[in-house]
């Protein structure tokens, strides 16, 4: 294990360290657990640090991009635009445009409007667009996110696809190649993955048969659970592919030879057990009876989106080892009473100058957090494979100006 302290010493606190050497142990085991042949996608939401992209690029993932600056990422981590999967709500015309220029032609289509668009610029750019649908039916599976089975922002009702399905398979500059299904996220109990990705494949066999959508590809998601910001291992889903095998074979044939590609995406599973962030307790005071840590790291550099659609709970308990605890509430340094990223953690006597280490934040930590809320510095992030440095980097935000493009108004 690598000394943090040192660590902090020379990078100073609060400090990200991610452990490329978990990275790849966390691919092995998804891979394990998914069938073969099938895709795997990254999501460089989970953690767009470039050593990391780069390392899961290297291992042979491609990459899941919902921005251009998610996608600068990718491609600067040496992903090619065919590599490339463009997802998300709400994308803009020149987003699309400046996708389509670099290379990218993969994308998932989140109504009918946006696939009409696609193909507009498609075509603008004398080319066309591989687009999957994306579509929320019925939600199987327990867990704390589901992302499909209700009003939702993301994806088309099955119903208005059974309705109308020329809507989406005769659109200029397209081709519908099939479904991205995403239903649920973060799931750590396998018999409820297990269901809800049993549910994704039949639902694919069904609009194909119902509805005469092709299914060259199939985008099954994710839902790939990780423990944060508190001790605990990824689960290791034993049964997964025999099950997901089996539903396949039943709805969707052709994945064993190559006619039906299967996709899958992950980004905590990948690379959340692979971080920790390292802080320092600023001040331990008492108050009406309770007890706040304050350290020099909060909801800016960490779990500041946790309000936000449970994208990450804000519950983060520091690796103590064996010492005696106590329960106390862990706060941050910002002038807000919401910088909590723990009440009534356990921990042990801690006091001014004392470490405090947050492990499993590799996936949705600093670049989910709030970083320019009261503009204190990024903390640096130390890329390291074993004991060794590799790269050391720090987030910075900036204002620049904006240069506006003059309008050329029609002769």
């Not at 491609?62 to 709500?89: H, I, K």
């Not at 696609?118 to 080319?127: K, V």
């Not at 909060?298 to 804000?314: D, P, Q, T, V, Y």
């Not at 509430?329 to 042990?348: E, F, K």
Request: some cysteine.
């Amino acid at each position: 294990m690598p000394d943090i302290t040192a660590l902090t010493r020379r990078y100073g606190s609060p400090l990200y360290v991610y452990q490329l050497d978990a990275v790849e142990q966390a691919y092995a085991d998804l891979r394990a657990a998914l069938p073969t042949p099938s895709v795997l996608y990254y999501s460089v939401k989970a953690n767009p640090n470039r050593a990391l992209v780069r390392t899961l690029r290297d291992l042979g993932c491609r990459a899941e991009v919902s921005s251009a600056g998610e996608l600068d990422v990718a491609m600067a981590a040496g992903f090619a635009g065919a590599d490339l999967l463009y997802t998300g709500p709400g994308k803009t015309d020149a987003e699309i445009a400046d996708a389509l220029a670099r290379g990218v032609r993969r994308f998932s289509a989140e109504s009918a409007d946006e696939l009409h668009r696609l193909g507009r610029a498609a075509l603008a750019h004398a080319t066309e667009a591989t687009v999957l649908l994306r579509v929320n039916s019925t939600a199987a599976g327990g867990t704390s996110l589901r992302m499909t089975g209700a009003a939702t922002q993301f994806g088309v009702d099955e119903d208005q696809v059974l309705a109308d399905p020329g809507r989406f398979t005769a659109v200029p500059g397209t081709r519908l190649a099939g479904l991205h299904l995403y239903p649920v996220s973060n799931v750590l109990d396998e018999d409820s993955l297990i269901e809800a990705v049993q549910a994704s494949v039949s639902l694919a066999g069904r609009l194909r048969d119902k509805a005469g959508l092709p299914m060259r590809i199939v985008d099954l998601g994710g839902g790939f659970a990780a423990p944060y910001a508190q001790p605990g291992d990824r689960p290791v889903y034993r049964r997964l592919g025999a099950a997901l095998r089996a539903a396949l074979d039943a709805d969707l044939s052709g994945w064993r030879t190559g006619d039906v590609e299967i996709a899958f995406e992950s980004g905590r599973y990948l690379v959340g057990d692979s971080g920790r962030l390292a802080t320092t307790v600023r001040d331990v005071k008492r108050s009406r009876g309770q007890t706040f840590v304050v350290l020099d790291a909060g909801i800016n550099h960490l779990g500041g989106m946790s309000g936000l659609g449970k994208l990450a709970r804000a519950a983060a308990t520091p690796e103590t080892g064996t010492a005696p605890t106590t329960a106390v509430h862990m706060v941050g340094p910002l002038c807000t009473p919401a910088d909590v990223l723990g009440r009534s953690v356990q921990a042990p006597d801690l006091r001014a100058g004392d470490q405090v280490v947050f492990p499993n934040v590799g996936a949705y930590g600093l670049t989910a957090s709030l970083v320019a809320f009261l503009g204190h510095p990024a903390p640096a992030e130390v890329v390291l494979r074993g004991t060794d440095v590799l790269e050391a980097t720090r987030m910075r935000l900036v204002h620049e100006p904006v240069i506006v493009t003059p309008r050329t108004e029609p002769a």
